[in-house]
């Protein structure tokens, strides 16, 4: 007989799994080798002692409020939704907070972050083997790890990987939703009837993070809807696992929906946006596809450059290819939705990061 999957009311999704790390039963677990068992026993062990720990939790505010500098701002765009008519649009501006990301080859592709980061301190081991994205900066994370875990631990920037990790990430970017309810009540005396909450998902941290305080509301009040990246228009290769209906395969210690080839090897992905640019997806994402209780689309290239045209057109934001995903959603449903629907669309990156990409398809745009 085949359990049908549910949501647990009152309990973290990011809690919600069995003894053997699987959301659903399904999705998530720990496929590790033999060497990696003890660290991260060791870290499991550890997150469970601090996430409740009151002088960790002060020392973690501390640095959200004085480091990354939240809460971020949540801005109605007026103009856009004027021109759009139907449904109000707003945007949590998450590009507000410090910090930065890259990916390998991407080091071309998102040369002022990688300055940002060395900036900061840190040193950028660029990737040569595979495709030089995403999918090989974690491989290599993960070798270099197996191979050094007595003195070098790994950390993941997205909720993908062995149950721990995912964990990890998912707790702190929650922070995004607990401010959002915050201000939420702050704008409207309540929790509004009708919001659609759209994130882009590449491994799925910022729509994690961003839903992760709405997910026990109904879904006729609150939506969530995930938009993944279609790829170039005119090509069969995306990173769209969930919503390109991808079988589970098993990815950097983890099983969730993943983009692979009939004998199961792992496809090529294409994307204009680095950060989408993933064949797997967090397991968390799964299992809120297969419970019904978030809805994934995706928009291609083309879209999601005309959505960064139009808002940056209509307003002082100036969403990074990644978010602009998201926006393509919005702009698409919000004609058709009354005045009284609230879209809020993370706005989850500056394109300031993407700047040699757009003026390459845009022109002088």
């Given at each position: 007989?085949?359990?049908?999957?549910?949501?647990?009311?009152?309990?973290?999704?990011?809690?919600?799994?069995?003894?053997?790390?699987?959301?659903?039963?399904?999705?998530?677990?720990?496929?590790?080798?033999?060497?990696?068992?003890?660290?991260?026993?060791?870290?499991?062990?550890?997150?469970?002692?601090?996430?409740?720990?009151?002088?960790?939790?002060?020392?973690?505010?501390?640095?959200?409020?004085?480091?990354?500098?939240?809460?971020?701002?949540?801005?109605?765009?007026?103009?856009?939704?004027?021109?759009?008519?139907?449904?109000?649009?707003?945007?949590?501006?998450?590009?507000?907070?410090?910090?930065?990301?890259?990916?390998?080859?991407?080091?071309?592709?998102?040369?002022?972050?990688?300055?940002?980061?060395?900036?900061?301190?840190?040193?950028?081991?660029?990737?040569?083997?595979?495709?030089?994205?995403?999918?090989?900066?974690?491989?290599?994370?993960?070798?270099?790890?197996?191979?050094?875990?007595?003195?070098?631990?790994?950390?993941?920037?997205?909720?993908?990987?062995?149950?721990?990790?995912?964990?990890?990430?998912?707790?702190?970017?929650?922070?995004?939703?607990?401010?959002?309810?915050t201000q939420l009540k702050e704008e409207f005396k309540k929790i509004p009837n009708k919001i659609k909450l759209i994130n882009c998902v590449g491994g799925g941290s910022s729509a994690y993070g961003f839903w992760?305080?709405?997910?026990?509301?109904?879904?006729?009040?609150?939506?969530?809807?995930?938009?993944?990246?279609?790829?170039?228009?005119?090509?069969?290769?995306?990173?769209?696992?969930?919503?390109?209906?991808?079988?589970?395969?098993?990815?950097?210690?983890?099983?969730?929906?993943?983009?692979?080839?009939?004998?199961?090897?792992?496809?090529?992905?294409?994307?204009?946006?680095?950060?989408?640019?993933y064949p797997g997806v967090s397991p968390i994402h799964c299992f809120l596809k297969d419970t019904k209780r978030a809805r994934y689309t995706y928009a291609t290239d083309e879209d999601a450059?005309?959505?960064?045209?139009?808002?940056?057109?209509?307003?002082?934001?100036?969403?990074?290819?990644?978010?602009?995903?998201?926006?393509?959603?919005?702009?698409?449903?919000?004609?058709?939705?009354?005045?009284?629907?609230?879209?809020?669309?993370?706005?989850?990156?500056?394109?300031?990061?993407?700047?040699?990409?757009?003026?390459?398809?845009?022109?002088?745009?």
């Amino acid at each position: 007989m085949k359990l049908k999957m549910k949501l647990k009311k009152g309990v973290p999704l990011i809690d919600q799994h069995d003894q053997q790390g699987f959301w659903g039963g399904k999705f998530g677990g720990s496929f590790i080798p033999e060497t990696l068992k003890k660290p991260v026993e060791d870290l499991t062990k550890e997150f469970k002692k601090l996430r409740n720990n009151k002088a960790f939790l002060k020392k973690r505010d501390y640095y959200f409020k004085n480091y990354i500098g939240s809460p971020t701002s949540l801005v109605k765009l007026e103009n856009l939704s004027n021109h759009l008519g139907g449904a109000q649009i707003w945007a949590k501006v998450v590009s507000e907070a410090n910090g930065g990301a890259h990916k390998t080859k991407d080091i071309k592709r998102q040369k002022p972050n990688c300055d940002a980061m060395r900036k900061n301190g840190a040193e950028i081991v660029p990737v040569y083997s595979g495709s030089q994205t995403l999918v090989d900066a974690v491989s290599e994370c993960m070798r270099y790890w197996v191979s050094n875990c007595d003195n070098t631990h790994m950390c993941v920037g997205s909720t993908v990987g062995p149950n721990i990790f995912v964990k990890i990430c998912g707790w702190s970017t929650a922070q995004i939703s607990r401010e959002l309810r915050t201000q939420l009540k702050e704008e409207f005396k309540k929790i509004p009837n009708k919001i659609k909450l759209i994130n882009c998902v590449g491994g799925g941290s910022s729509a994690y993070g961003f839903w992760s305080e709405f997910i026990d509301f109904d879904k006729k009040q609150i939506e969530l809807i995930g938009v993944e990246a279609g790829g170039p228009k005119k090509s069969k290769l995306h990173a769209a696992p969930l919503s390109r209906n991808a079988k589970v395969g098993i990815l950097h210690g983890a099983a969730s929906y993943v983009c692979q080839n009939n004998e199961g090897q792992i496809n090529d992905t294409e994307s204009i946006s680095a950060g989408l640019d993933y064949p797997g997806v967090s397991p968390i994402h799964c299992f809120l596809k297969d419970t019904k209780r978030a809805r994934y689309t995706y928009a291609t290239d083309e879209d999601a450059l005309n959505a960064h045209v139009m808002v940056t057109k209509f307003e002082k934001l100036n969403p990074s290819l990644e978010p602009s995903h998201a926006f393509a959603e919005a702009i698409k449903i919000a004609p058709k939705l009354s005045k009284d629907t609230i879209i809020i669309v993370n706005s989850c990156g500056d394109a300031k990061k993407d700047r040699d990409i757009l003026r390459e398809r845009l022109g002088k745009h």
